[in-house]
């Protein structure tokens, strides 16, 4: 049996919402991938914008196959904290293979400032976390917890991003996620791990995207109340819940299972049945809550989409590859 004492131990090592790692010191130079493959596009933040601090993530990693037909949606992925893009490329790799246009975001995700399970526990503010995310997402002054500029904030490292991308490549179509310097959220699938997937539910919460796909997240919480965030439980998300799934591992030892799941129903993702264990079938019913319990205390948390903690079947393929094709690439 796993002690509380335990858990409390691995979640501080984890820092509430963690994921680890660093940027490489230089990034290599964008590859096409051999024929038929995705190819992988490391971006230099700073080539993309100058103003753009690599204090929050130096490389973006972007990804598409140009031999599949293309969706014309933009899979756009969170890392946890303080974990760059670069520790998602199986995910990222597999939507470029189902016809997306791929993008790991580096964004101020790192463990300080902007940890918003970190900052705000113990909060009697209801609404602690969502004035992060929303410093986080548009650089507005938000939250007095964080400091968070306009040229760091997702929105505009995301615009730089797909206008760098398309002006590289234009043949690719990376600027049709783009319309007069503003996102076309419409377009775009929000994703991510931890954080990274709390970032992405406050994304559809606020703008109407194309889907949502939540890994071991979204977490944002209400310690005082004893109940989701604020933003979480504000209604009238922009995204109707018929877009967005959740995914995680029932071990896991950051974020409690029964958290998970009252965040999830939340989002209205119980409406589509009961959640599904995708240990024990592939036929997921329609569910939009899916679980596993592959994971080990250690790994459980970033099991649901890290390269590193991701189980592999016997082809050497993510064993989650159809969890993360039903519920972000249909």
Not at 55 to 67: E, L, P, Q
Not at 287 to 314: F, W
Request: charged share 15%; proline share 7%.
């Amino acid at each position: 049996m796993v002690t509380r004492s335990l858990i409390l131990a691995l979640a501080a090592a984890l820092s509430a919402c963690g994921g680890g790692g660093s940027d490489s010191a230089g990034a290599p130079a964008p590859q096409p991938g051999p024929a038929g493959a995705a190819s992988v596009l490391t971006v230099d933040v700073a080539s993309t914008d100058p103003a753009v601090s690599t204090a929050f993530g130096s490389t973006h990693y972007a990804y598409i196959n140009r031999g599949v037909g293309a969706k014309n949606r933009l899979f756009l992925f969170f890392g946890a904290t303080d974990a760059p893009p670069k520790n998602y490329q199986l995910i990222g790799t597999a939507a470029a293979d189902a016809g997306f246009h791929s993008l790991g975001l580096a964004y101020p995700n790192g463990p300080q400032p902007v940890n918003s399970a970190a900052l705000c526990g113990g909060s009697t503010d209801p609404d602690c976390t969502g004035k992060i995310r929303e410093e986080v997402l548009s650089g507005s002054d938000a939250s007095p917890l964080i400091s968070v500029g306009v040229a760091d904030s997702v929105q505009n490292r995301l615009v730089k991003a797909l206008t760098y991308l398309d002006q590289q490549y234009p043949a690719d179509g990376w600027g049709q996620y783009l319309d007069r310097g503003a996102v076309r959220w419409d377009l775009v699938r929000v994703s991510g791990l931890s954080q990274g997937g709390g970032l992405a539910g406050y994304i559809a919460k606020k703008f109407a995207v194309d889907r949502a796909c939540f890994f071991s997240s979204p977490a944002d919480w209400d310690t005082v109340g004893g109940q989701p965030a604020a933003w979480i439980l504000r209604a009238g998300g922009a995204t109707p819940a018929s877009r967005i799934f959740g995914f995680n591992d029932q071990i896991d030892p950051v974020v409690f299972y029964p958290r998970i799941l009252e965040t999830w129903t939340a989002f209205g993702l119980d409406a589509f049945g009961a959640p599904v264990d995708v240990d024990t079938t592939t036929n997921y019913g329609g569910s939009h809550e899916l679980n596993t319990a592959q994971g080990t205390v250690v790994s459980a948390h970033t099991s649901t989409a890290a390269d590193s903690t991701t189980p592999l079947d016997g082809t050497g393929a993510p064993a989650y590859l159809p969890v993360w094709k039903y519920a972000c690439f249909n």
